[in-house]
């Protein structure tokens, strides 16, 4: 049979429009979620986090966004630069394990 | 400090040959990952280590892979016999402390099994 690639969402915007990237986690006692980039041919770099005891939370250009009732992460960023187009993961945190997303790739039209 | 460092960049090898990928975690660290990224799966843990100790290996996928970390600055991830599908991104990841604490990955091993 045919095997079955893991199909990444896309988003792609131009330059200097914000992005929003969404994430679903799936365990609710999850407390400390991350951000990652990861820019091709390199390991995943840290964005920014958020602790469950946080809805929302900003750092330069990104904005963390933690909805804990329907378990849903969103990052912000805004004024995307050509520089940001990479994938970007979000991870969980339980116990002392990550958990991550499938990713998404983001593409930046100069 | 120069981040997680891992070595080789890449690695191809024959089917049935052994590999060994080899990390260095940031000074200090407590916590070292290994994971596994492919186009299939997208990223995988397959062990943790706590103070060099395998806290969880439920993520390797069979006998042929093996973890250790003999001290606080060295760990191998070795697969012996390795098969084309073993064909991956090997990462290594570091974090500094128990519970909430971002981990810090190297550049990953690109492994290719022909």
């Known amino acids: 049979g045919e095997s079955v690639g893991l199909h990444l969402p896309t988003l792609s915007v131009q330059e200097g429009d914000n992005s929003i990237i969404n994430c679903a986690y799936s365990?609710?006692?999850?407390?400390?979620f991350i951000w990652y980039k990861q820019e091709s041919g390199k390991g995943p770099q840290f964005i920014i986090d958020?602790?469950?005891?946080?809805d929302k939370r900003q750092g330069q250009r990104v904005t963390v966004l933690l909805n804990k009732t329907v378990k849903h992460l969103s990052l912000q960023i805004a004024a995307t630069q050509p520089g940001d187009s990479a994938v970007y993961f979000c991870?969980?945190?339980?116990?002392?394990?990550?958990?991550f997303g499938t990713g998404t790739s983001l593409t930046v039209i100069p | 400090d120069a981040g997680v460092i891992q070595s080789p960049r890449h690695e191809v090898t024959e089917m049935g040959q052994e590999v060994t990928l080899r990390c260095k975690p940031i000074?200090?660290?407590?916590?070292l990952f290994w994971y596994r990224q492919t186009m299939m799966r997208g990223l995988e843990l397959l062990i943790y280590?706590?103070?060099?100790?395998?806290?969880?290996d439920s993520g390797m996928p069979e006998d042929r892979f093996s973890a250790k970390m003999p001290n606080a600055s060295f760990s191998t991830l070795k697969i012996q016999p390795s098969e084309p599908r073993d064909s991956a991104v090997y990462f290594c990841?570091?974090?500094?402390?128990?519970?909430?604490?971002?981990?810090?990955f190297g550049q990953g091993t690109r492994l290719t099994v022909v």
């Open positions: 990841a570091s974090s500094p402390g128990k519970g909430a604490a971002e981990a810090f």
């Open positions: 365990n609710s006692a999850s407390d400390y």
């Open positions: 958020i602790r469950s005891n946080m």
């Open positions: 991870a969980e945190n339980s116990g002392n394990q990550f958990y």
């Open positions: 000074s200090g660290h407590d916590y």
């Open positions: 280590f706590n103070n060099n100790v395998p806290i969880d």
